[in-house]
């Protein structure tokens, strides 16, 4: 049986989709950042010499999108050097190469969602150096490089936006948060088997390479999302006010509208990821136990 190659071994969607390959009986190497530095060619070389995937599935990123903005040649190194590196070994090797990517790649002021081929003009740094990774797999690999962009990840196994709100709605009485956002809210197991769904299609030949949007169906805004958050904790949503961007200014931009479509994944046969509301619905209690471990009880004077 093949063997793929996992890179960000330690992070929440690397942990996914190693939890995604093995339900499947599929044997993956996941190797620590200490072991495989994607930035590195020898590195690189030598892991894909030694364990010889048939697929490499990279979910190693900068994904500190603020910090990029002052370290971007820092970012660059790991989003775009990296990926390029990685397709130049997975070009020597005969290996289908899945890598991850952002909807930062846009602008963010559509009005309609994001067709795989409109045109990309980040407005960040970590945009900038996702585009240039995205390049990079694509020019290097137009037969067997895939590009799958996915937006406002969520999962158990990393700090992120829905664990947040489950924290600090044991903590403040009300929040304010930002309503003039709009998004896709994706769960990254659904994500990861998305991932191994096009990999397979890779090495079948029934997935077209290319770029392909991961991100759950439907949309909503960062309140919306919180809303449905408190409802399912049990809490009063109305404890959720709507607040615009300019209350929370970041050094990176942050896109208006970060919907993105799915048609590609449509006509290669694959069906998109379902709603956001059913995704969260269903991973929900492992956020929760995630983020409030057996004993930890809030306050119920706050519901």
């Given at each position: 049986m093949s063997t793929w190659l996992v890179t960000g071994g330690g992070g929440m969607?690397?942990?996914d989709v190693r939890a995604r390959l093995?339900?499947?009986?599929?044997?993956?190497?996941?190797?620590a950042r200490a072991a495989l530095d994607i930035t590195d060619p020898e590195s690189v070389h030598g892991t894909l010499a030694e364990h010889r995937p048939a697929v490499v599935v990279n979910c190693a990123a900068?994904?500190?999108?603020?910090?990029?903005?002052?370290?971007?040649?820092?970012?660059?190194?790991?989003?775009a050097t990296g990926p390029r590196v990685l397709a130049e070994a997975c070009k020597e090797?005969?290996?289908?190469?899945?890598?991850?990517?952002?909807?930062?790649v846009f602008a963010g002021d559509a009005e309609t969602p994001y067709a795989e081929d409109a045109p990309t003009a980040p407005r960040s740094a970590y945009g900038r150096?996702?585009?240039?990774?995205?390049?990079?797999?694509?020019?290097?690999?137009?037969?067997?490089?895939?590009?799958?962009?996915?937006?406002?990840?969520?999962?158990e196994g990393g700090g992120n936006f829905v664990r947040t709100m489950i924290r600090l709605e044991s903590q403040r009485e009300t929040l304010d948060v930002?309503?003039?956002?709009r998004g896709q809210p994706t769960?990254?197991?659904?994500?990861?088997?998305?991932?191994?769904r096009i990999g397979r299609g890779g090495l079948e030949g029934t997935v077209p390479p290319g770029v392909h949007h991961g991100t759950s169906s439907g949309e909503t805004t960062w309140f919306g999302l919180t809303r449905e958050i408190f409802r399912l904790l049990g809490a009063d949503p109305e404890r959720v006010r709507p607040t615009t961007s300019e209350a929370f200014v970041r050094p990176a931009p942050r896109p208006a509208y970060s919907v993105l479509g799915h048609d590609g994944l449509r006509s290669a046969g694959i069906e998109p990821l379902r709603d956001w509301r059913q995704a969260l619905a269903e991973a929900f209690p492992k956020?929760?136990?995630?983020?409030?471990?057996?004993?930890d009880t809030p306050d119920a004077t706050r519901r």
């Open positions: 969607l690397a942990r093995a339900a499947d009986g599929i044997e993956a190497v996941a190797p900068w994904t500190d999108v603020d910090g990029a903005e002052t370290e971007e040649a820092a970012a660059h190194a790991v989003n090797a005969g290996a289908v190469l899945v890598h991850v990517s952002t909807d930062y150096t996702k585009e240039a990774g995205e390049r990079a797999v694509l020019e290097l690999l137009p037969e067997s490089g895939y590009v799958v962009r996915t937006a406002w990840l969520y999962g930002v309503d003039d956002q769960w990254s197991a659904d994500l990861a088997d998305l991932l191994v956020l929760l136990a995630a983020e409030r471990p057996a004993g």
